[in-house]
């Protein structure tokens, strides 16, 4: 396994049965051999910096039923919330003055904030802080609304395909959706000119390692700025409710993976992550991640855009947050900095 690891070092790229040997082969001496290659790469193109974003969780209404989402819209128990312009506002206001340089704004996808309201809020935050960069994540839109957001100022754009395996994809959403329209939207994304962010869930429902090797083959075909993964944990609310949690275990591996593939990506330790270990963010970086998104939110909704059951950090200010991450990151080495944290290609 090890001399896959080195090839995958060495030529960033392996065959679909290459990936699919390393993965259902691995073991914990592998995987810290794969760590240690991995760290080195992110060493090498960033340093010790870890990149922080502020996550402004802006809406939970949702008009979509991913069936294993807590805001999706048929949890009628989920109490639903919208920030006003001047709340996100506030929130970009603290977000700076702790040293935030990225705000993402994320949400459900919410009819409430048309393209004019959206491109209204991207303008007022970069007029006011015209050295921030602005990541959106609100989900599937037409190619033109992407192309307003861009004019407006937004520089990046999450957009998590989930899956890239098109029957997975269907056991995790409701018809209405479908996974040629969401790598549609990644290409559209790409064209116009964003830093595009793709991803997946660990160990969701109905997930096997070849779904993993085709969400690594679509990674390496998209070749995205950055790469959101983080473990699927069940919501109490939601058709998935009685599955199982993806492990710490595999998303470090997969972390480690996508840090040789891609060398210079932007790779965030999650949430989700942190939610099913202690010390899973610290454990994410030292796999090769190189990203952290504390909660910028007003702790007033924090509890209400509960993707799934006990997420972290729903109750802590935006500073307490801030300083718990700046103590973990140098608890192992590393140091949250103070800038727009742009993909290499774009420095
Ligand atoms: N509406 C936006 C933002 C979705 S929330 C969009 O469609 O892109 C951001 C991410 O949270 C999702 O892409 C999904 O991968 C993740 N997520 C949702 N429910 C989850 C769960 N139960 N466990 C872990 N991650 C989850």
Redesign the pocket.
């Known amino acids: 396994m090890k001399q896959l690891v080195d090839k995958l070092h060495k030529t960033r790229n392996l065959s679909p049965e290459e990936y699919k040997e390393l993965i259902d082969n691995r073991n914990p001496e592998v995987a810290e051999y794969l760590f240690e290659k991995a760290r080195a790469v992110r060493v090498k193109n960033y340093g010790h910096d870890v990149y922080i974003r502020g996550l402004i969780e802006f809406t939970n209404y949702?008009r979509?039923d991913?069936y294993?989402?807590?805001i999706r819209r048929s949890n009628c128990c989920a109490d639903r919330y919208r920030l006003t312009k001047e709340q996100i506002l506030e929130c970009c206001e603290t977000g700076y003055n702790l040293g935030f340089r990225t705000f993402v704004l994320?949400?459900?996808?919410d009819r409430y904030f048309t393209d004019e309201k959206m491109v209204d809020i991207i303008r007022s935050i970069k007029a006011n802080y015209p050295d921030c960069a602005i990541t959106l994540?609100?989900?599937?839109k037409s190619y033109d609304s992407y192309k307003a957001f861009f004019d407006a100022g937004a520089d990046r754009y999450?957009?998590?395909h989930?899956t890239a395996n098109a029957e997975h994809y269907g056991r995790l959403h409701p018809e209405s959706l479908s996974l040629t329209n969401r790598k549609q939207c990644l290409h559209n994304l790409k064209a116009i000119g964003y830093q595009v962010g793709c991803?997946?869930?660990v160990g969701s429902p109905y997930q096997t390692t070849d779904c993993l090797v085709e969400d690594l083959m679509f990674i390496r075909e998209l070749n995205p700025h950055m790469v959101?993964i983080?473990?699927?944990?069940?919501?109490r609310q939601?058709p998935?409710a009685d599955k199982k949690a993806g492990t710490l275990e595999l998303t470090l591996f997969l972390l480690g993976i996508i840090r040789l593939m891609l060398p210079e990506v932007l790779l965030p330790a999650t949430t989700?992550l942190g939610t099913i270990h202690p010390k899973g963010r610290e454990l994410g970086i030292l796999a090769g991640a190189n990203v952290v998104m504390p909660n910028l939110s007003p702790t007033s909704v924090r509890k209400k855009y509960m993707?799934?059951d006990n997420k972290i950090c729903t109750g802590d200010e935006a500073a307490e947050c801030m300083n718990c991450m700046k103590r973990r990151m140098e608890s192992i080495g590393y140091h949250v900095t103070v800038s727009r944290g742009d993909h290499k290609s774009i420095q």
């Open positions: 949702c979509n991913c294993y989402c807590g994320q949400g459900g996808e994540s609100i989900g599937e999450l957009l998590r989930e991803g997946f869930m959101g983080g473990p699927f944990i069940p919501h939601t998935f989700a993707l799934y």
